[in-house]
Every structure is written in structure tokens, then in C-alpha cells.
């Protein structure tokens, strides 16, 4: 029997789980739960005969070094900031590991140590990134194959609401961590346009955006996410002119977020005296200049932030709660604490609504042979969740990663080091599997003139 320990059962775990276990039998598998919270194990497995919950505290060395030994595979759910020290503990112990979050600069340095141990870290093995990064290279192999250069590669993910549940002014509903959402673009962006690299700080990065057609949903909307120069080496584009990774809202959301940008909202490192007895009024006040003139706080606001006082935008903010005289409460002392607890309570999904994935590849490439002539490609992915069942973002994390614990366990994928999912060997199986889970993916090429 294959043992695989499963850290965390959050979100991001619950459909990965629940697929463990609903193939445990036929592969021979027992799943084990481990988590800080016994009870949200216990939950996830369910009574199921194949699996196993456990309480489990990753900070206790001796505790995670028993764990670890006891389990042919371990599954990393947890949060990044635990990916190294786990990886580190997995080569230690010669065990395999997975996981769905970044691989981060450290990892590759365990790559030789990793094929010492005749293992393999896979990383990198959820939805952005993980699908994402197997679908761009599964065009890039297309077109190396056909004799041709990449010269533009764009790649723009989003977890939004379906068309049919869009609820509220912003467009938006809350189906993962709020503090994400709030944290989102902190550290700025970076990516490869014309032959240049460009910058975008952080309070730039919701006002560099721009339209995208996503065939059967419309014109969305794109903002720079993250670094996007690792690409180049990844997937060996090098000699791409442009190359850039985005984020997909629907039309609209930019705008607003970059007020509560410009106000200076999200920040974790702030803590606000009482902030619990004041007004969501009395919070937003807080972020005005001295020198903002004018008694009212509406006219103030808008005047800060340079938009119609009337407009959409203070509409927007206004629904948020942003200038309710409602008291905050026990809800944290920062800033983003206290926007983290709004986003929850005013963007919360309803038992009716459902959520929405996309991940939108779009790539242009360049052919000598023949004429010279040049092709666009466009693969789409669009995945609806379930209502009051599986979000589209939790199968769509947690799918890739059950595919390839299986295709581990099983010997179909025999690399050893430390890899994310940008070699054949990992990719092509994973996207046959997830076609035969059905998930649905669109391509379309055109000869560009």
C-alpha cells in the first residue's frame, strides 16, 4: 500500500482530497490528513476506510520528520513560506514531494542532492502556476516542431465569477484566501515587452492594464502579475521580443482597486490604536492628507483620489462599507485586517453563486522555412464550479496535483531532482489526464499577415 501524506486541508486541499480518496481503492492507496486543526482533517476525510486524519504541527521537527518517513509521497498544502523547509526534510528523507505552490530561488539548489536520493521535488503543480505553465509549453513544443521561433508569449489566469453570478457592483466574489486579494500586486510586476523589460510598482500595477478578448466570455480585463522574466528561461524563449503574465478581472475592477491603492488600505505592517471602535468611515479617514480641503468626507475623498464624486468608482467604494458608520470590531489592527474582513462579509459567495477559471495562452511565432510567415495561437481554459459544491478553482488546483501524485505512485513519471511541470515528461500526461477529468481546453491558431 503507497502512503501519501496529504499538509493541509484548507481550500486548496479539499478537491484533491476528495479524489485521493475516491481512487484510493483501485490504486492501492491509504491518505493521510495532516493538520494543525484535527477536526478540519477529520472533516476532509470523512470517514473514509482509506484515510486517515492527523494532527500535525509543522514547527515540531521531530514530529514532521516522523510523518515525512512514514509516507511514500508527501503533498505540500500549505502556505509557501514552508516549501524549502519541507522540500529540504522530503531529499533528507528521500521521500517525494509535491506541491502546487512556486518553486522559490532555494529549491533548485536541492536539485543534485534530490537525484542523489533518486527523488523528485515537482513544484509548481496547481492551476497559476502549474496549468498555465503546461499549456504554454505544450504550444511552444508545437511550434519548435514546425520549425519556428516564438516571438510573443502572453499568459493571463483569473479566478472570477461565472456570468451567472455576478451579484454585485464590482463583479468579483471571494472564493480563496481575501488577504490575496487585498495583498494582491504588493510586490509590483515585471515583464518582457518589444524587446525591453518593464517595471511596475506596486501602486502602478492596477493602472497598467488592459483588454483582452476571451472567446466565449468577452472583453475582460488585465493587469500586470508578479515576475514574468523566469519564463524566458523556463521555457526557453529567449529570443522572445515579448513576454508577460496577467491577471484577469472583469472590466472594471482596476479602476476601484486602484483607489484603495492610492489610499494606502493594503498594508500589513501598520497596527491602528482601537481601531475595533471605529467606523469604517472613521478607517477610511484615516488614509486623507492633512491638507485634503473641505468639510465633507465624501467631497474630501473624491477629491484626494481625483475622480467623480458621483461616479462609479465612489459608488463602488461606498458599497464596499468604505464610508459606513457601522463599528469595525475585533477583526485585526491593520489596514489590511480590517479590508480583508470587509471583502469577506460584502464578497462572499452565496449558496447559488458559482465561481469561474480561466487561463487565457496567447503566442505568436515566427517561421524561416517556406515563406516567412508568422502564427498566432490562442489555447483557453474556462472552468465553472459547482453551485454549493467543488469551486472551479479548487478542482483546478487541486486536480493537477492528484494527477501527478498518481502518475508518481505509479512509475509513469520517473524523473528524479527538481523539476516544475515545463518538461515533457510531466506535462503531456498531466494534460491528457485533466482532458479525461474534463476539463476543456480551446485552441485556435491564425496566420498573422
Avoid at 530561488?105 to 542523489?116: E, F, G, M, V, Y
Avoid at 492528484?402 to 509513469?412: C, F, V, Y
Amino acid at each position: 500500500m503507497k502512503k501519501i501524506l496529504v499538509l493541509g486541508a484548507g481550500l486548496s486541499a479539499k478537491y484533491l482530497i476528495h479524489y485521493l480518496l475516491k481512487h484510493a481503492v483501485e490504486n492501492d492507496w491509504l491518505v493521510m490528513v495532516a493538520e494543525v486543526n484535527l477536526a478540519l482533517a477529520k472533516a476532509a476525510v470523512k470517514g473514509n476506510s482509506r484515510g486517515t486524519a492527523i494532527q500535525f504541527d509543522i514547527n515540531d521537527e521531530l514530529s514532521r520528520a516522523e510523518q515525512i518517513k512514514n509516507a511514500d509521497i508527501v503533498v505540500n498544502m500549505l502556505p509557501p513560506k514552508f516549501q524549502y523547509l519541507l522540500a529540504l526534510d522530503c531529499v533528507h528523507h528521500g521521500r517525494y514531494m509535491i506541491s502546487a505552490s512556486y518553486q522559490g530561488n532555494s529549491i533548485p539548489d536541492l536539485h543534485k542532492d534530490a537525484r542523489r536520493k533518486g527523488i523528485l521535488i515537482l513544484t509548481e503543480m496547481g492551476l497559476d502556476p502549474g496549468i498555465d505553465l503546461m499549456l504554454g509549453m505544450s504550444i511552444i513544443e508545437k511550434v519548435r516542431l514546425k520549425g519556428g521561433k516564438i516571438k510573443s508569449f502572453k499568459s493571463y489566469g483569473g479566478a472570477i465569477p461565472s456570468p451567472d453570478s455576478l451579484s454585485n457592483p464590482l463583479k468579483y466574489l471571494v472564493t480563496w484566501n481575501p488577504r490575496n486579494v487585498v495583498m494582491s500586486g504588493e510586490n509590483g510586476a515585471q515583464y518582457f515587452e518589444k524587446g525591453k523589460i518593464k517595471l511596475v510598482p506596486y501602486h502602478n500595477v492596477f493602472q497598467d492594464s488592459w483588454m483582452v478578448k476571451v472567446d466565449g466570455i468577452g472583453d475582460m480585463e488585465v493587469y500586470p502579475n508578479r515576475e514574468t522574466l523566469a519564463y524566458r528561461s523556463n521555457f526557453e524563449i529567449k529570443h522572445a521580443e515579448t513576454i508577460i503574465r496577467g491577471t484577469i478581472r472583469y472590466p472594471g475592477w482596476c479602476e476601484t482597486w486602484q483607489q484603495i491603492v492610492k489610499l494606502g488600505i493594503p498594508n500589513e505592517h501598520l497596527h491602528i490604536p482601537d481601531v475595533h471602535k471605529m467606523t469604517y468611515r472613521d478607517f477610511t479617514e484615516l488614509f486623507l492628507p492633512r491638507d485634503v480641503t473641505g468639510s465633507d468626507f465624501e467631497a474630501r475623498l473624491a477629491n484626494f483620489l481625483n475622480i467623480n464624486p458621483t461616479g462609479s468608482i465612489m459608488g463602488n467604494l461606498k458599497w464596499l462599507g468604505l464610508f459606513s458608520e457601522k463599528v469595525i470590531g475585533n477583526v485585526g489592527k491593520t489596514p489590511t485586517a480590517v479590508m480583508v474582513d470587509l471583502l469577506h462579509k460584502k464578497l462572499k459567495m452565496g449558496k447559488n453563486d458559482r465561481d469561474m477559471v480561466i487561463l487565457h495562452t496567447e503566442a505568436e511565432a515566427f517561421y524561416k522555412n517556406g515563406k516567412n510567415k508568422r502564427e498566432k495561437t490562442i489555447l483557453t481554459l474556462i472552468e465553472e464550479g459547482e453551485k454549493d459544491g467543488f469551486t472551479a478553482i479548487t478542482k483546478t488546483v487541486g486536480l493537477p496535483v492528484a494527477i501527478g501524485i498518481k502518475l508518481i505512485l505509479s512509475g509513469k513519471i520517473s524523473l528524479t531532482g527538481c523539476y516544475i511541470p515545463t518538461v515533457p515528461e510531466i506535462y503531456k500526461p498531466v494534460l491528457k489526464e485533466l482532458k479525461k477529468e474534463g476539463l476543456k481546453f480551446k485552441e485556435k491558431t491564425t496566420v498573422l499577415k
